[in-house]
């Protein structure tokens, strides 16, 4: 089988990606996320096309999103926005935390295999246009091509586990790659364990947030369980020591570069300039750059962020052989 990977317009070889943000949201639909934060809005298409573009512009060639099921997720709004502006984007299937679902919502009461199976239909089906959001399901063409699946602060709650099985499972069944989110950072380990006690192929999870926490011994933890650590905080440091700059420097004399995926995880109006916010979709590519450039991190070592780590990182596995497609 040939390796590719799945973005919402259809199946690609990795090396089309070009060069890929590992964590976005470049599309957040109403839901209850919004509901909590309104500046979680970023259901405007036309706005984000001009944001997008922008980037593009700098050589932006793909977005992983990261809003799965019911929680402002638009299969239809994700595609539209690929047809407009040429960007390749990977969509989610998968569960966040639960406090952008609230207490009654089916994902505290499905078991594992209900919700692989749910996953499953994403990846294979197609997502279905109301979201999981009520009880009719219309599939549209559009398939998801990422499992995304958020952890609690510090470890996996019971319900954070039920997911994480249904996650493992659905990438057996599948081949899918599988995105996490570390609250704060935490609980990297445990899930790297999780999900590989599962059966899950270490080479094609990726965990995001984790330099929040600025521990040399701890991301060589993680890297040395086989994952991917995603990056995306390099925009939140303010005055303060640039935390994710300190860690991709420690990356590289460990020679672990190799581990480390980048994105931005901009899931407010407020981190964009269409919206009059800042620092905007291509501080990727230009301010923090620039301060890597400074910091040693030459061209070599951004297209292995950038390029090459993701379109390892997110290309299906075959599942006939259990190995990189």
């Avoid at 935390?243 to 407010?268: I, K, N, Q, S």
């Amino acid at each position: 089988m040939t390796a590719f990977v799945r973005t919402v317009l259809g199946d690609i070889e990795p090396s089309a990606l070009g060069i890929t943000y590992a964590h976005e949201h470049v599309v957040i639909d109403g839901g209850r996320p919004v509901e909590l934060e309104p500046d979680f809005d970023l259901s405007d298409v036309d706005a984000m096309a001009t944001e997008v573009g922008a980037a593009m512009e700098l050589g932006l060639g793909a977005v992983v999103d990261a809003m799965p099921c019911d929680c402002g997720r638009s299969a239809l709004k994700l595609a539209e926005l690929s047809r407009r502006t040429g960007l390749h984007i990977v969509a989610p299937t998968g569960l966040h935390h639960g406090r952008f679902y609230g207490p009654s919502h089916w994902s505290h009461r499905l078991d594992v295999e209900q919700l692989a199976d749910l996953f499953v239909a994403d990846i294979e089906d197609g997502i279905d246009a109301y979201d999981y959001s009520g009880p009719v399901v219309e599939r549209t063409p559009h398939r998801a091509g990422v499992i995304k699946v958020g952890g609690s602060e510090g470890g996996l709650s019971d319900r954070d586990q039920r997911v994480f099985g249904a996650a493992a499972a659905a990438h057996r069944r599948t081949g899918a790659p599988i995105l996490t989110h570390c609250e704060r950072g935490t609980g990297g380990l445990e899930q790297a364990r999780s999900l590989l006690d599962g059966g899950v192929t270490p080479e094609h999870v990726a965990l995001s947030h984790v330099d929040k926490v600025v521990d040399r011994g701890y991301h060589r933890e993680l890297a040395a369980t086989g994952v991917a650590l995603e990056y995306d905080g390099s925009f939140r440091w303010g005055d303060a020591d640039n935390g994710t700059l300190r860690l991709l420097g420690w990356m590289a004399e460990d020679d672990l570069l190799d581990h480390v995926v980048l994105g931005m995880d901009a899931a407010r109006q407020g981190y964009h300039t269409v919206y009059g916010g800042a620092p905007g979709l291509t501080w990727l590519l230009d301010g923090f750059a620039t301060a890597m450039e400074d910091r040693g991190l030459g061209a070599d070592a951004r297209r292995r962020l950038l390029v090459d780590n993701p379109a390892r990182v997110f290309a299906f596995v075959s599942i006939d052989r259990g190995i990189s497609a």
